[in-house]
């Protein structure tokens, strides 16, 4: 799942100052279960758009922003978006791209699109993957530092932890003590001692 | 010129050596005169690498100025700011113009210092830059290209000192399989715990050079057990401080205290004075260290 924010709403106004005629692709997959494109949110959006002046043609909810079709696809969905005269994505920045292959109109995302992750009983899991595209995930017992660690080390911790909390985000568990305690569970505290070699970023 | 900070690391003496800024700015007279206080005083002086993530003249530049000044530099160089490219490219450079000791560590991330939002790089960390080191010394790069004269750095690391910290410790290891010939490590100021840890690396063969940050007030003792790594300041040693007439005096009695404690237990002491070194003479002379 891509973890997504909603942009502030003052921001996406001032995106969208010299444009009329709004029509909003919301994203009924990642954004919607993060509340950042799913139905109530894009009503909510074109709610606001009006109530700041603005003229929302209409909205369509695919099933993924990320895997659109065709225009006429969309269209099939809400013929409005003929009358359109630029697009609102309330997707990740894949989805904003995928609809831009399709609509040729000025298109604008309405998120920021922070990381690959999930959830796990409830609960959001950010970062859990940056797509190297070189996975060695498999050497730290399921938990890659890579993404987690925000200096990627790949051999160990760094010297900046207190008290097993991250340098860099104080509230947040460095990943090399999470790393420890999931090895020792699995018996496989060995793997600790291997000394990995850099990873291969220019074959991505 | 005799450099012989390698020489003297597999030699049974005591060893100092010193942490030493670049400036901030071009104007080097300054912090070269100041530095010029640890002539005949220290074995080596290490030369921090934009340290706090606070930018400064490069490690290189600096080194290389302290050089020509007759000193024994030990340039630092992190993961922080430069790709394999950039570190490889560096560290010919800083071997061409007679740099010959390194210290290698990953270096603090750039939220921490006055460029917040940089882009940090770290391709490799510290154990892979070791690895990377001594593949310049075979006389290849990384990417097993022949060099036109290779090098021959006497290359050492950092590591904390917490014997608890089995993932610190099993790092500092791989740092020493990887062909790390010194470490220099965070500062001591539980003596106890440092022991500890000594027993703890006992199997690694690899001479350990303690560090030392003097206290210079009780808020900075606070600060240092509150965020600093591995750092533990007894609570013997708060109250001295919070006692002191004088807290700059009572910290470099304690610090030459530790020392006393420390030539018992380590190759040698890593002073990182913090600011200006006019101190430092007087604390190895408190400790009973002659001068070199």
């Given at each position: 799942m891509i973890i997504t924010s909603a942009k502030p709403f003052e921001e996406i106004l001032s995106l969208l100052k010299?444009?009329?005629?709004i029509f909003v692709v919301g994203c009924n997959v990642c954004a919607a279960k993060l509340k950042t494109g799913g139905e109530p949110e894009v009503l909510e959006m074109c709610r606001r758009l009006e109530e700041s002046g603005k003229h929302v043609v209409g909205w369509v909810l695919p099933?993924?922003?990320?895997?659109?079709?065709s225009f006429e696809s969309l269209a099939e969905k809400n013929e409005k978006i003929k009358d359109a005269r630029c697009i609102l994505v309330m997707g990740c920045g894949s989805g904003v791209s995928a609809v831009s292959t399709v609509v040729d109109l000025p298109i604008y995302g309405s998120n920021n699109t922070l990381s690959l992750g999930g959830t796990s009983g409830g609960e959001l899991l950010s970062n859990?993957?940056?797509?190297?595209?070189?996975?060695?995930i498999n050497e730290y017992g399921g938990l890659c530092p890579k993404s987690q660690c925000p200096k990627a080390l790949l051999n160990g911790p760094c010297g900046g932890a207190v008290d097993g909390m991250?340098?860099?985000?104080?509230?947040?568990?460095?990943v090399w003590d999470l790393i420890y305690e999931r090895l020792k569970k699995i018996d496989r505290?060995?793997?600790?001692y291997v000394i990995h070699a850099p990873k291969e970023h220019g074959f991505k | 010129m005799h450099f012989n900070f390698r020489e003297k690391l597999n030699s049974r003496k005591f060893l100092v050596t010193v942490e030493v800024s670049p400036p901030k700015?071009?104007?080097?007279s300054a912090p070269v005169e100041d530095v010029s206080q640890l002539k005949g005083v220290a074995d080596a002086l290490n030369v921090t690498d934009n340290q706090c993530s606070i930018m400064h003249m490069s490690s290189l530049a600096f080194s290389k100025l302290l050089l020509d000044q007759g000193h024994e530099p030990v340039m630092q160089l992190t993961c922080?700011?430069?790709?394999r490219i950039g570190l490889q490219s560096d560290l010919l450079g800083a071997y061409a113009l007679g740099i010959r000791n390194i210290c290698l560590m990953t270096g603090?991330?750039?939220?921490?210092?006055?460029?917040?939002g940089s882009k940090p790089v770290y391709d490799l960390d510290s154990v892979q830059l070791i690895e990377l080191v001594r593949k310049l010394d075979s006389?290849?790069?990384?990417?097993g290209k022949k060099l036109d004269g290779g090098t021959s750095f006497c290359a050492g690391a950092v590591s904390g000192?917490?014997?608890?910290n089995t993932m610190q410790l099993i790092k500092l290891e791989k740092k020493v399989r990887c062909g790390a010939e010194f470490i220099q490590t965070q500062a001591v100021y539980d003596v106890g715990m440092f022991e500890e840890f000594m027993e703890a690396v006992n199997h690694l063969e690899v001479p350990i050079i303690a560090g030392l940050i003097p206290l210079k007030s009780l808020v900075m003792a606070e600060y240092m057990n509150k965020?600093?790594?591995?750092i533990h300041v007894p609570e013997e040693t708060m109250l001295r401080m919070k006692d002191a007439v004088s807290p700059i005096e009572e910290g470099l009695s304690i610090a030459s205290e530790t020392i006393k404690e420390l030539i018992k237990l380590s190759r040698g002491i890593h002073i990182?004075?913090?600011?200006?070194?006019?101190n430092t003479p007087k604390l190895l002379s408190m400790a009973g260290i002659s001068e070199k």
């Open positions: 010299d444009e009329d005629d099933t993924a922003a990320c895997s659109i079709r859990q993957c940056v797509m190297c595209g070189d996975c060695t991250c340098e860099v985000n104080r509230e947040k568990d460095c505290l060995d793997l600790l | 700015g071009t104007r080097f922080r700011d430069r790709n603090d991330y750039p939220t921490c210092g006055d460029h917040p006389g290849i790069d990384l990417a000192i917490d014997p608890e965020n600093i790594s591995g990182m004075p913090i600011g200006s070194h006019k």
